[in-house]
């Protein structure tokens, strides 16, 4: 009826890492997969891994069937990885079986069908209780048989068997030439198609996984890289983060207090940074700062080398003042060192997402991003490192590439022209003047950050990175080595010189001030003088009027009268 909700097709997921993602949760859940692909691409790890997953993750009893490797080779080869075959079959939760089928045992007449089989898979999925079930290299099943009809009729059977049994189920096969499988007809009949791919691109072998159909269900419909490695079948869905990661506002010191300084506070969290810059202008030393300062915040830090060893990348370090290798010891610092040319770049992609699974850093360094241009192209590189960028962001790792540029390539510039997917660029020059070559550092661009516009020289000594004011003289000329320190000199000088001469005029001004002060308490001495004379004249008068008044007094007693007043 129109307005009533479809049911959502359930998933099984796989418990491979990365493939639910791009799938969307996984295989469908009670239909057939069928996963095409040439010899060497991993169908049968991919087919094991969903079977032993479904065991291990999700308490799923599983059944794999092998129509090419004996059981024993098989938990032989597996084994490697981590997986213990034998475990799972004596705890009942697996059974692993193996059909020979050898075509000259086979003879095509009449009707050819699968009753047999299907007898024997029912019985071990039964026998277990299985809802997952692995069937591995099914091409040699029909490999005797040249009727198309019979072919087609049999293997729709087996999907409808499978369906009608409820259990998930996954059927490899081999690729065809031309087409998807062999003969040209397994993938029409399965609700989901997953293409293998090992190809070799400039000598190096490159394997990629797409899902080419999946009925009912929305997917991701790309190529993605896939490795596999000691942690077994990993496909990297690193385009599917998109840009729904989240952002932080906290800023992270990049170790360097001047550059912070320019950065007006440092780097946002989560943030990647691009430092450029012709070889020998201090690229590493950068990034060097940036993992010392996380590890003394106690944060884990990760360093992807492309060119140099970890012992190598210690022993220069430390002629600046670091000590990478405390920080290995203590377990805050990992380094991963590969050459470009050691495999594809969807190797390096993949070995990078391992790494930051395990290790859970928070400031990841690529050292350099311009070494993968030696094995691929462009245009494949920047793919490549837009996937590391989606990646390290959707953890929010701050994280920092480093890219060599040649001494006649513009400033501004890339090889690989990663520059607009990062948030924060430095760029690094050679400066010459006066027939010396210094260095320099400005900030091109720094993403919802006020920044600092000034070139500023920055030098390499025993304590680290310095970053020197810039100097400009009289032409508007920056100066920078020598000339500054010669600038910085003539300035000390005429300091000095400023300096002793205010002395001699504060001298001079001191003796004025002792002159005037002399002067003035002669002054003082002098009216305090004429003030006492004065008031000793006062008091001669004062005696010689009273004396008077006594003598008038007496004779005026003499006489026998009083004196009137006034005489």
């Not at 293997?155 to 996954?170: C, E, H, N, T």
């Amino acid at each position: 009826m129109p307005g009533r909700p479809v049911p959502a097709l359930e998933k099984c997921p796989t418990g491979i890492i990365g493939f639910d993602e791009i799938s969307g949760g996984g295989l469908p859940r009670g239909r057939p997969t069928l996963v095409a692909g040439q010899a060497g691409a991993g169908k049968t790890l991919f087919a094991l891994e969903f079977v032993l997953h479904g065991i291990e993750k999700f308490d799923e009893p599983g059944v794999f069937v092998s129509f090419e490797e004996p059981s024993g080779e098989l938990a032989t080869n597996v084994a490697s990885l981590g997986f213990d075959l034998s475990g799972h079959q004596e705890n009942k939760r697996l059974q692993v079986l193996h059909i020979d089928v050898q075509p000259q045992d086979l003879i095509e007449v009449g009707d050819f069908d699968l009753d047999g089989l299907f007898i024997r898979l029912g019985a071990a999925i039964d026998g277990i209780g299985a809802r997952r079930i692995a069937l591995d290299g099914v091409e040699n099943l029909f490999s005797a048989f040249t009727d198309m009809r019979i072919l087609r009729n049999e293997f729709r059977r087996l999907m409808v068997w499978l369906k009608d049994k409820g259990v998930s189920a996954v059927v490899t096969t081999e690729r065809g030439i031309g087409s998807l499988t062999r003969h040209g007809l397994e993938e029409y009949i399965a609700d989901c198609v997953v293409a293998l791919d090992n190809r070799v691109e400039a000598d190096l072998a490159t394997r990629r996984l797409r899902i080419v159909k999946y009925r009912g269900s929305a997917h991701g419909g790309d190529e993605y890289p896939f490795i596999l490695d000691s942690r077994g079948f990993s496909v990297i869905p690193i385009t599917s983060a998109g840009l729904n990661y989240t952002v932080s506002t906290e800023r992270v010191p990049s170790g360097i207090g001047d550059l912070d300084a320019m950065l007006a506070g440092g780097i946002f969290r989560g943030s990647s940074v691009l430092v450029s810059g012709t070889s020998g202008t201090g690229k590493s030393s950068i990034a060097a700062h940036m993992v010392d300062a996380a590890c003394r915040r106690g944060e884990r830090s990760l360093y992807l080398a492309f060119e140099e060893s970890p012992d190598q990348i210690q022993r220069n370090m430390a002629s600046i003042g670091f000590d990478l290798a405390k920080w290995c010891r203590a377990g805050l610092l990992r380094f991963h060192a590969a050459r470009p040319t050691s495999g594809g770049l969807e190797s390096h992609l993949a070995a990078m997402s391992a790494q930051v699974r395990e290790f859970d850093p928070k400031v990841v360094v690529v050292d350099p991003i311009t070494a993968f241009g030696a094995s691929a192209e462009e245009d494949r590189v920047k793919i490549m490192l837009v996937r590391a960028v989606d990646l390290f962001k959707s953890h929010g790792i701050t994280s920092l590439f480093t890219s060599l540029t040649q001494g006649n390539d513009a400033p501004e510039s890339t090889s690989v022209a990663v520059s607009s997917l990062v948030d924060v660029w430095l760029l690094l020059r050679n400066l010459e003047l006066a027939g010396e070559r210094t260095r320099g550092l400005y900030v091109c661009k720094a993403r919802g950050v006020s920044h600092s516009n000034q070139i500023r020289e920055f030098l390499l000594t025993e304590a680290g990175i310095r970053l020197v004011d810039v100097f400009i003289d009289g032409d508007g000329k920056i100066l920078t080595g020598s000339a500054r320190q010669l600038h910085e000199c003539l300035k000390a000088n005429q300091l000095e010189e400023r300096q002793a001469e205010a002395k001699r005029h504060r001298a001079r001004l001191e003796a004025r001030r002792r002159l005037v002060e002399a002067k003035i308490a002669a002054m003082r001495a002098e009216y305090e003088e004429e003030i006492e004379a004065l008031d000793i004249e006062l008091e001669q008068r004062g005696a010689r009027a009273q004396v008077v008044d006594d003598t008038l007094s007496a004779l005026a007693a003499e006489r026998g009268r009083t004196v009137p007043d006034g005489h």
